[in-house]
């Protein structure tokens, strides 16, 4: 797809009201039953731009020839957003939302490659860009941090190792004109370490977080068997590529015991080894039983995606967090700020703001 065909798509639905449409039920919302609710009462051509781009309804060719014209219709299938079965075409998986302004596709799906979800939003809505510097984003997926931060650093790289993100992560940096001003590599993160020459200013990242035992797997959330496997690796290959006053910004997940978020020591420790001097936020605490609401929802999504039974996986868990001697997983927030003329004192353990509360994910 080229600036051209994102240009008159972007016109088309802003001039039709979709992106009102959308922020009607929240900024980055993914009420999708809520806009089933009340797409009925849309007139054209609002009523079909959404049905096909938030509900993911086949629309018929003529129909979507005539609203997008051919030439639009005609690179949307081109740069696999959307797939045509002759008669009829519809997304391939995706949605078109809108969050801080801008507007980008993500996959709406069961297991999804292009992700967007709660903890996009909270680093989305805590993430400070850095005014005319140069900011790294690791882990793009849509490129929703990278194209955040864009609108004020003077250059933005965004790194991503999977191929379908990276594509429609550029359709979503030329939807919002910011193609000049992030560059899209789809590259693993530990690939990219080794061509950096120039510090960052800024560096923002959410990474696959979710604590994985040992043979389980997650389409895109795979943390290591604590929740932290990948971001203990971008701490060690970036911090070092840190500027002198600049920040490192990213969210995750956390395992405690008992009231004790013990991963934040770990944590400062690289931190302190890097000059940085680091604040936490935690904004959610699940406890790892039974009966607890996020603990559940890991225990039946393993057992859908991996074909076990759903006492087999709550066992394949107890085991797993017993082994690790520990009841707790934290949400968080965390910034650092690479300061070294900061008294050795400010390095030794990051500052912390407890929001936790149990049952509550994600607090933004
Ligand atoms: C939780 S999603 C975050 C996407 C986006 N930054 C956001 O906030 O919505 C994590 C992303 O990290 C990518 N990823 C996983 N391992 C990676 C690696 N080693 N190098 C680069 N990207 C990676 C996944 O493909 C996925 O798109």
């Known amino acids: 797809m080229d600036a051209r065909s994102a240009s008159v798509l972007r016109s088309i639905l802003e001039r039709s009201g979709y992106c009102t449409f959308h922020l009607a039920f929240g900024d980055g919302n993914v009420q999708h039953q809520k806009w089933r609710h009340f797409a009925d009462r849309l007139d054209e051509p609002l009523h079909t731009l959404v049905e096909l781009f938030l509900l993911q309804r086949a629309v018929d060719n003529n129909r979507a020839g005539e609203l997008l014209g051919k030439v639009l219709s005609e690179s949307l299938i081109e740069a696999g957003v959307l797939q045509s079965d002759g008669a009829a075409v519809r997304t391939t998986g995706l949605v078109l939302i809108s969050f801080r302004s801008l507007l980008f596709f993500f996959e709406l799906v069961l297991t999804p490659r292009v992700y967007f979800g709660m903890d996009s939003i909270a680093l989305g809505l805590y993430q400070r860009p850095v005014p005319s510097g140069t900011t790294l984003d690791l882990c793009s997926g849509a490129g929703i941090q990278a194209m955040i931060a864009a609108q004020?650093?003077?250059?933005?790289?965004?790194?991503?190792?999977?191929?379908?993100?990276?594509?429609?992560?550029?359709?979503?940096?030329?939807?919002?004109?910011?193609?000049?001003?992030?560059?899209?590599?789809?590259?693993?993160?530990?690939?990219?370490?080794?061509?950096?020459?120039?510090?960052?200013?800024?560096?923002?990242?959410?990474?696959?977080?979710?604590?994985?035992?040992?043979?389980?797997?997650?389409?895109?959330?795979?943390?290591?068997?604590?929740?932290?496997?990948?971001?203990?690796?971008?701490?060690?290959?970036?911090?070092?590529?840190?500027?002198?006053?600049?920040?490192?910004?990213?969210?995750?997940?956390?395992?405690?015991?008992?009231?004790?978020?013990?991963?934040?020591?770990?944590?400062?420790?690289?931190?302190?080894?890097?000059?940085?001097?680091?604040h936490a936020q935690l904004i959610g605490l699940s406890e790892l039983r039974p009966g607890d609401r996020t603990y559940e929802v890991l225990v039946q999504m393993v057992a859908g995606t991996h074909n076990l039974s759903v006492e087999r996986s709550h066992e394949i868990f107890e085991n797993h967090f017993r082994a690790l001697d520990k009841n707790e997983m934290y949400t968080f927030f965390m910034r650092g700020v690479k300061s070294p003329r900061a008294d050795a004192d400010d390095h030794s353990r990051p500052t912390v703001t407890n929001l936790a509360e149990v049952g509550k994910e994600w607090l933004a």
């Open 152 to 278: 004020q650093a003077r250059h933005t790289f965004a790194i991503e190792i999977d191929d379908r993100a990276s594509a429609i992560a550029r359709i979503n940096l030329m939807l919002n004109q910011l193609d000049k001003r992030v560059t899209m590599i789809n590259m693993p993160l530990e690939e990219y370490a080794a061509s950096v020459t120039e510090p960052f200013d800024h560096i923002v990242f959410n990474p696959p977080q979710l604590p994985a035992p040992e043979g389980i797997d997650y389409p895109v959330g795979n943390g290591g068997a604590d929740g932290l496997a990948l971001t203990n690796r971008v701490l060690r290959l970036y911090l070092p590529h840190l500027a002198e006053n600049g920040s490192i910004e990213f969210i995750g997940r956390g395992l405690g015991r008992d009231g004790n978020p013990i991963f934040i020591d770990e944590l400062g420790a690289l931190f302190a080894e890097h000059g940085v001097a680091g």
